[in-house]
T-cell receptor, first 115, second 113 residues
Framework: AQKVTQAQTEISVVEKEDVTLDCVYE???????LFWYKQPPSGELVFLIR??????QNEISGRYSWNFQKSTSSFNFTITASQVVDSAVYFC????????????FGSGTQLTVLP | DADVTQTPRNRITKTGKRIMLECSQT?????MYWYRQDPGLGLRLIYY???????NKGEISDGYSVSRQAQAKFSLSLESAIPNQTALYFC????????????FGDGTRLSIL
């Protein structure tokens, strides 16, 4: 069975600090997909990134970067020079190729960026 | 206009009432999903549908039913609401490509008194 663990329930940083959100996953499939979603205070879910299990290249998008390491089953998310607008709940999710595209979500990390 | 629209956005009702949450999409996706979000638990899958004739139970389907009226419409019903069904409900869609993300509606906040 697939499982996603986000051990950090809440993180608080001061603006301009870097912050890393951890995500550890479990799966028996060799083909799977990992996602990050952002949920701002307004409540909607915003897709940030997807990564398939065959692509371990790290990715950078502006102030956001993602570190995928199959050896440790981790898919961590770093925000560089955090801003108040980054305050949100961030969810990591996993979809196995054989699971009919069901997404299994972690419990989320509440990030608060203080001015 | 939003690609995935949920109605209503907020609903307060009483225990024992029948409630229907509706979801419509303009993305042309075949696959649709219903999730509920509870504090500290992330999102959990209630039901999903691959096309109009295909309905599948998710992790927490007890107490819920669904109807896929058309490719673009997928509704969730609570036949007799109970207080522990108070939650934030999300509808999502995806196409059949293996690595495409699910697209979520803005959510329905349901409170059952």
């Amino acid at each position: 069975a697939q499982k996603v663990t986000q051990a950090q329930t809440e993180i608080s940083v001061v603006e301009k600090e870097d912050v890393t959100l951890d995500c550890v996953y479990e799966t028996r499939d060799t083909t799977y997909y990992l996602f990050w979603y952002k949920q701002p205070p307004s409540g909607e879910l915003v897709f940030l990134i997807r990564r398939n299990s065959f692509d371990e290249q790290n990715e950078i998008s502006g102030r956001y970067s993602w570190n995928f390491q199959k050896s440790t089953s981790s898919f961590n998310f770093t925000i560089t020079a955090s801003q108040v607008v980054d305050s949100a709940v961030y969810f990591c999710a996993l979809s196995e190729a054989g699971s009919a595209r069901q997404l299994t979500f972690g419990s989320g990390t509440q990030l608060t960026v203080l001015p | 206009d939003a690609d995935v629209t949920q109605t209503p956005r907020n609903r307060i009702t009483k225990t024992g009432k029948r409630i229907m949450l509706e979801c419509s999409q303009t993305k042309g996706h075949d696959r649709m999903y219903w999730y509920r979000q509870d504090p500290g638990l992330g999102l959990r899958l209630i039901y999903y549908s691959f096309d109009v004739k295909d309905i599948n139970k998710g992790e927490i389907s007890d107490g819920y039913s669904v109807s896929r009226q058309a490719q673009a419409k997928f509704s969730l019903s609570l036949e007799s609401a109970i207080p522990n069904q108070t939650a934030l409900y999300f509808c999502a869609t995806s196409d059949t490509s293996a690595n495409q993300p699910q697209h979520f509606g803005d959510g329905t906040r349901l409170s059952i008194l």
